[in-house]
């Protein structure tokens, strides 16, 4: 114990350790980096932690490794992927695909029919932890008819199907004796789809490379790299350095982005949109005027200018993006005047302290919201303060998800929109039959013409007939309203200059689904 | 041999503070010729320390001395420059400090700081430096040296460090050794071989040896002329023998006049009465020291009996380590017996009847307390008396000599002297009948003890309190007390009045009483005779 | 000294237990379970069977008890489980994360030593000189300063403004690029902190300074800068030494802020992602990792301490005998 | 050095009863509400309609600075008191007691305390609802550890001291003791903690709350006001950020100040004039 020397020469000796040991990790990262002739490198907002189309959605990255059934086109239509074609039954209920042959998992297997249906099955049973199972809820069974053929039935028909089966098609072979929720897979992918697993790194900066076997359209792209920068002046920074080569902005930088020297970027439109959802448990909200009137109250065009920098849109109706839109404008123009007249005509009166009174109860309720989520909190405090002069006393509450129960809420701020099918976000958010625990009506919305139509639109097989009822559905919508719609959010892509191939499709939540057609990118 | 070692010229130093100046050493000139040992004596306060300080002009920022004052050598030390400086302070002259644990670097080993010392000025290997180190170990009569060089400051003994500062004062093989008050701290038995080591330096080497101490009875034992200071100015300068027969300066008299009082054994003994207040019969108390695997058990106490009788000043005299603190602390209650008992029969509650003044009276005042709060706390405990407080404390003050207008200071505030007397008015207060004393003399300058030993006399006369006096220093408790008791290694080993001590045939109580400092220079020689007995002694302990 | 080290070891195996124990109770007492922030707004989606459902595939409907001892098994058999939120097993993650958190920590320690070494010196030795009111008064400043915000502070100025430095993540595009990136994390973690560690060595080093032994050590013709670096600086840095081990807990508190805002891959990142994501088994797995480095760091710093102070060997060798 | 020191005091004092006038009088001082968005009008720069320009949603930022140092300050304190009352307990508990008692605490406070506090705030975070009494029981819960072992040395510390047992030796209960030396001993400790606790629940609530766990994002506080700024500063919109650290820095800087100069008031009167050791 007892040492009489050195002890400067220690503490000399670590320091210095410790700094050659940062020197040798400098000299470690240098050696990784790698320039390939024809890399796109995504700056991705979320961390991507499991590669497994199954466990979540939207995920970019899984349709770049897995290939679905079906596939989205330009126009938000469903072309064929995977399968080469289907039959629909008249009653809406039974879908046969046929599968292509070409197609091989990365290791040579074919992709068969029995793919399919395990991964169809995979994502319904009970034990996988997956938040998507809801999508394929009204899947009755699968059958596997041929090698090349399989059978689904449903319960009720479900239009949007086919947009849902762009899921991507697991490898049974290797994964029927996994327990799916934890295996290794899930960071050691191995897939059907035009890219291929090359490097999954400690931050987990996933590269990518073209997957030769692919059956489609040969990627021009060499490599995608799909790198987490969180935060979006980070990414903007990076477009800026040319680090990456696309990524998804915010509204909010749009002040100080400057466009132009490295890169152009894309405000591209998506379904995706905000609204206040009127829980109808609370008798408050029963009389439609009230809700026209709240409808009136809010000023939706300086939302989109002051809060989103004027990327987005007003938002008059659920359909906006999709082919069945029949806008209603007039009953979403901001008109504080008429706004108050309708209030009292419900017989609202102001009371001392200026907040609306009427038989004794005031007009106030709370406005939740996911914490989270800053444009929702941002929007639900706007909401308040639109309200407030009306005499509405909206008292915002930010809350974690954990904390939310939706239909104990007296209203809530939602996001809602598919690109896909009408039916897709309509059926199950305002039909009455889909009240319930799990299901998507959850502020148990029940207009009996809005119930009719929507279900008479499933199953017609004209699309002119669709619209008319679509339009109708609309009109009831304005009229009773279960919402107060408030803005369509845009998707803002910053894009290398070099970049070639980013199309202007309609895109999903958080502008998902950019890299649909990722085979025609290129860079130059 | 008239040749000027050290010469001090009208040195002066002042402090500058925001207050503006102070002078604290007023024109103090003296000589330190070669081969001789030359005292510097006075109170705290006088300068003497500042003095030493100023002659290695190593004086603390903001301290400005006067110019061309010192001479070593007849060369003038402020001339010097850097090089020559830490020639002249590390290897011409040595030092010995009062503080045997501060002057150590409590992170290096002895032998380090002979390393230190050594490389300093020479060009040595380790080994070499080891050898010398440990025969300077041996030449001041360290037993086990190799094991001392290994050791760490804090695992060495108060006696054993202050033996150590010699070897290195003396390691360079100095012309000068200023030595600080050096032997304050010790027991009175490593004091004396301390002085002898000093003197047989100065006696083999022909060197001279600055000698600051506040104890004409080292005065006594050790030097050739002495230097008298009083708030930083000499009074008197004069050979030894001279200074004791014919002092010249009203200071220097009062000096002696303090210390006769002090080794004075008085006149009258025996018990006054005989009726007990406190019988302790055998009482034992025993700690366990762990260390490392072993258990050590320490019988602090060891069937020891004795009583108090009322009226009774009865000293209680030992080394450090003899156990006296620990019988205090029973006689108090702090600490409880192990076997036997301790009774007490005095008339008032035994809380009440028995007060204590610490040895640091200083740790025993609660430092946010004022005086009046201090002195007065008891009574608060003593419902019955509570009328009047304010009354009471200033009557307890002005009872042990200290005027009311300190009532509003804090502890910090108080001189030693003063503190002892607050902590004496506290016990007063309650109007004890057994006083126990635990070496209330420690660091108090000879004035003081003097006062404050008369003053004990004076109240165990007019209140008729008993003391129980706690000292290691023989002579106060020979000059204060009726009846001594004597202990050493928890034990008692003798009981006697006080004349009678003197006449002891007990051997340690010879032994102590052999290395009391002589009471006049004269006397040294007969000193002598009993050199062969302390080195026998030295070997014991 | 064994004894004292086994005594030592068996006390942070104790608190560590213990301290597993505080965590796991504490976190199964929260509510929502993870299958909320496993899923977030895709919860919505979901209904209560299915939530429940997947609370009972993670093994949760069990008493805590059961719980505990099954994960305390698992643990001593190194088996730490799978993440919820991934399914990738957390050794693996955990073990990704201590890299970048040990460059992290390793290297603003090295600025903390540096600067605070030189400064508190300094200081220490001129004390109310005009640089000892300039560093008192920066020091103040760091404490103050909430470490987010200098941290984005830093970011305008060097990132937006100048333009020099990147916000995130670690680089890889060779030493010069890591280093680059490693400069802000690095600092703002180092002197959130560095004015204690300033403060301290001052006043130690001016009250050694007014020692005897210093005062000795000249009078025995040492020289300056030997007295300064073999006598002060030891002696100082007892102190300075054993807050570098108390303040270990408020570094890896600090490097929880400071790998989120700057995206590094590390521990303090990982803990606080699973933290609000109710990710049991990680961040079992961090907190308890954090706790040992705690534990274990600041034993070792005791051990240093009494390895550089013979003092201290004693004290520490007596209560380890108790 | 004396006549710098009081004008530092001066300063720091001023700057507090300030900054106490300004939030606590905050309709007097600015003619905005703290929630009015202004739509028309997000992000602007400093001019005179707005001191301290606007935020996202076209809020003053200057009234929400305003408004929002109510509540930073209230939960500051608040959140001390908490801090104080369950640490001084503890640690006086641990300390008085003794033996085995003492050690499992002490085994228990060396756990909570090796965990990083922020994890431990969250943990409690999630266990509490959003909101102003919750973040003020958090960052309290979480904060007593270091009072906690401070209060119990110096109890131990005292215990062994001598003028306490000279206490007893005139006749004191041990009572009396506790009340008349001990806890008057402590509380000068006690005291500065607290103050140094303001600091820290300040800056603990605005770190909570930028990470988005702390107060409700309408009701402005310091530390919500700067949660997601980042983008905003990175892109060059610096006085929505800048102004609420500032603020922040500024009264945590005078807060420690003042804590350092209690420090020196409460030492020992000997030491009055000395240098704190932390």
Redesign the interface.
Known sequence: MRIKMGKTMLITSVITSMVLIAGCKGEEASSTSSAAAKQLVYGTEMEIEQVNPVLDENQEIDSLIFRGLTKPTETNDIAPDLAKGWEISPDHLVYTFTLRDDAKWEDGKPVTAEDVKFTLDKVRDPGTNTPIAGDFSEIKSVEVLKENEVQVTLSNPFPPLLDKLKIGILPKHLLQNEDINKTDFNQHPIGNGPFKLKEWDNDHTITLVRNDKYYGLKPKLEEVVFKHVPDPNTRALQLKTGEIDLALLEPNQMKSVKEGEGFTVHTISTADYRAVMYNFRNPLFKDAKVRQAMNFAIDREAIVKGMLSGKGEAAYGPLQKSWANSPQKQMYAYDPKKAKELLKEAGWKKGSDGILVKDGKRFEFELVSPITDPIRTALGNVVAEQLKPLGISVTPKPLDWNAIKIDQADAFVIGWGSEFDPDDHTYRVFHSSQIGDGLYNMGAYRNDEVDQVLTEARIADDQEKRKVLYGQFQKELAADPPFNFLVYLDALYGVNKKVSGVSDRTLGHHGFGILWNIEEWDKQ | MNEQVLTVKHLSVQLET?QGKKQLLKDVSFNVPRGEIVAIIGESGSGKSMTAKAI?D?L?RGFTPSSSSVYFLNKDVSAMDKRQK??????Q?G?V?Q?TY????????I??HFH??FS??MKISKQRAKEKTVQLLERVQLTEPERVY?S?P??LSGGMRQRVQLA?ALALNPVLLIADEPTTALDLRIQADILQLIKDWCKNTGGSVLFITHDLGVVAEIADSVVVMKEGAVVEVAPVDQLFDQPVHEHTKQLLHYYKELTETPKQTGLFDIEPLVTVNHAKKTYIK?K??QKQMIKAVDDVSFCICKKEIVGLIGESGSGKSTLSRLL?Q?ENVEQGAIAWKGSLPF??G???V?Q?PL??????WNVEKIVG??L???KEKKENKHQQVKEVLQKVGLSENILSY?P??LSGGMRQRVALA??LL?EPELLILDEPFASLDMSSQANILSLLKQINQTEKTAILFISHDIRAALALCHRILVMEKGRKIEEAGAKELSDSVNFYTRRLLSSMPVTHPGRRLQKQTTEGEREYAHQNG | MIKFIASRLAEAVIVLFIGSILCFAFIRMLPGDPATAMYGDQLLKMSQADQMRIVENLGLNEPLYTQYAKWLINVLHGEWGHSYTTGEEVKVMVTRAIEPTVVLMLSSTVIILLLSLFFGMVTGLRRYSILDHAVTIASFLFMSLPSFWFALMLMLFFSVYLGVLPTAGIGKEGAGDWLKHLIMPSLVLALAHIGYYIRILRNHIAIIKEKEFVWALQARGVSQRKILFKHLLPNASIPFLSFIGMSLSLTLAGSVVVETLFSWPGLGRLSLKSALAHDYPVIMATILLCMSVVIIGSFLIDLLCAWIDPRLRNQLMKEADK | MRRKQKWLVNGIIGYLLLLLVFTGLAPFFTPYEPGAVGLSAVLQPPSAAHLFGTDELGRDVFTRLLYGGRVSLAVGTAAMLISVVIGAGYGAISGFVGGMIDRVMMRVLDALISIPSILLMIGLQIFLPHSLTAVVLIIGMTSWMPIARLVRTETLSLKGEVFVQASAVVGASSRQLLTRHLLPQCLPTITVMSVSGISHAILSEATLSFLGLGIPPHEPSWGNMLMGVQNYVLSGIWWIAVFPGLFITLTVLAVTFLGDMLQDRFALPQFRKGERLL
């Not at chain 2, 830490?86 to 290897?91: A, K």
């Not at chain 2, 740790?363 to 946010?368: E, G, H, L, T, V």
């Open positions: 925001n290695l190593l603390p830490r020639l002249y302070r590390g290897t002259i030092f400090f503080d501060g002057t150590f670097d409590p992170m290096q080993t032998g380090q230190e010392l300093a000025h290994d760490f804090h695992e290195l762990k490392w695997f108090l702090l809380r009440k028995i007060q204590w610490h640091d740790a025993s005042f609660d430092p946010r706390e008891g608060d405990y003593w804090y910090h505030e506290r016990a309650l």
